[in-house]
């Protein structure tokens, strides 16, 4: 079973992307996946806890780290902390390309959410990266400083996750999603 949490920055960023993935299109994957959403409150970790620190709690504990940050400012930045600690076991760190376009653009969102899906689909394969980020898609590609892996798409029930999104339409796109 995957664990996620988001890093403190982009704690709301992960409440959107819970709504897509408990939306009746796309509920039924995510109970079946298991995923585990941890938080800061509940590891009683704090807001400032040094890049470092919080990465390599993660690593420990076997949690996905969602995150807005990619720089690599100092030692103890979380860009280094992966580069100098990056096993073949290490679990990859997702990085949100533009994380302020999740809030405000519906499409980028569920675009968000696919990948990560199809990344936690295909975790064994994806430790060791170092970081991904999301979404890796044409759309995005040019808010993303660097590739460095791209999941191949896959079927699910007969229908790319792709598809599945951009055909159906979801119950939470006719709320106010932003407000909630």
Known sequence: MPRIMADYNVEGHLDVLLRIWTSPVWNDLWQQMGCHVESFQRHGIAPDMPDAEL?????????????GNRN?????????TIRNNRTDT??????????AQVIIDRAYAERVAERILEYLLDLQNLRGVGRLYVPKDRKSAGCQR??????????????TLGSRATNERHSWLAADWRSA
Request: hydrophobic content about 35%; aromatic content about 6%.
């Open 72 to 80: 690599a400012e100092g030692e103890d930045s979380l860009e280094i």
């Open 90 to 99: 290490t679990l990859p760190v997702l990085t949100i390309a533009t994380p």
């Open 146 to 159: 660097r590739t460095i892996y791209h999941a191949p798409r896959f079927t699910h029930a007969s229908n």
């Open 55 to 67: 990465g390599r709690f993660c690593q420990e504990q076997q949690i996905i780290l969602l995150t």
